[in-house]
């Protein structure tokens, strides 16, 4: 279970893999079902993580306006901080999103599509393909020499993510193979091997054995706990060059 692109837990988030890799795992559930978002190079790493064989292949485009060149992206072998990354060479994963997956998580899954199955189980993701970059008070908009008596910034939209066989603009958000809402009157406890999505995705891993089925729900979201905080549904690049 994955809730944030954060590039403060990349070596965490390596560390993980390289367990997996040890232990030679042939399936992969990936939960972002909350996952709102974050940072878009987290997001390019998180993928050559899963994968591995398609690295200098391209993982997405940035496409920015006319005043900026659009930036390439590509599967790569090196997180943030330098070390090597720890890549599983999977040919198919497995993906549970819900209405709150956004932005950074969508890319992973939109980016990974070209190249490998991804089998998305639960109900169709927000649909924020567009990214940003914080812009502060300072002479080159970089935290650097910030003005200390301001303590806003800006977070524009400057740009759109699109995949390598040209997809974006998905805006209605990326619907799921298997159909899996959460039940509300009986969550289950995440982890557990019984709770709606995830046994649905160990049912598929298994032979595809039918689903649990949901009851029928009438929720309308007034909102969730993550709205408050600064990364929500945010897909962003922590400068521009």
């Not at 560390?15 to 974050?38: E, H």
């Not at 959460?182 to 598929?204: M, S």
């Amino acid at each position: 279970m994955y809730n944030g692109f954060t590039s403060t837990f990349d070596d965490e988030l390596n560390a993980a893999f390289a367990d997996f890799k040890s232990s030679g795992i042939t399936d992969l559930v990936v939960d972002l079902r909350y996952n709102s978002g974050g940072n878009i190079e987290t997001s390019n790493d998180l993928a050559s993580m899963i994968t591995g064989q398609f690295q200098g292949e391209l993982f997405s485009t940035q496409v920015y306006n006319e005043n900026f060149d659009d930036v390439e992206r590509f599967f790569n072998n090196k997180i943030s901080s330098g070390a090597t990354i720890n890549s599983l060479n999977l040919n198919r994963v497995y993906v549970l999103t819900t209405g709150s997956t956004a932005s950074a998580s969508e890319l992973l899954i939109s980016s990974l599509m070209p190249y490998i199955e991804v089998i998305q189980i639960g109900t169709s993701t927000t649909g924020k393909f567009q990214g940003s970059t914080t812009l502060y008070d300072s002479p080159d908009f970089s935290r650097n020499n910030v003005n200390i008596g301001h303590r806003y910034a800006l977070q524009p939209l400057i740009l759109k993510s699109v995949n390598a066989n040209g997809f974006t603009d998905y805006i209605d958000g990326l619907s799921p193979d298997v159909e899996q809402q959460e039940d509300y009157f009986n969550l289950g406890t995440l982890g557990d091997p019984e709770e709606p999505l995830l046994q649905t995705a160990i049912n598929q891993i298994n032979g595809g054995r039918p689903f649990i089925p949901s009851p029928e729900q009438d929720f309308i979201s007034i909102g969730e706990s993550k709205m408050n905080n600064l990364n929500y549904q945010r897909m962003y690049v922590e400068e521009i060059k």
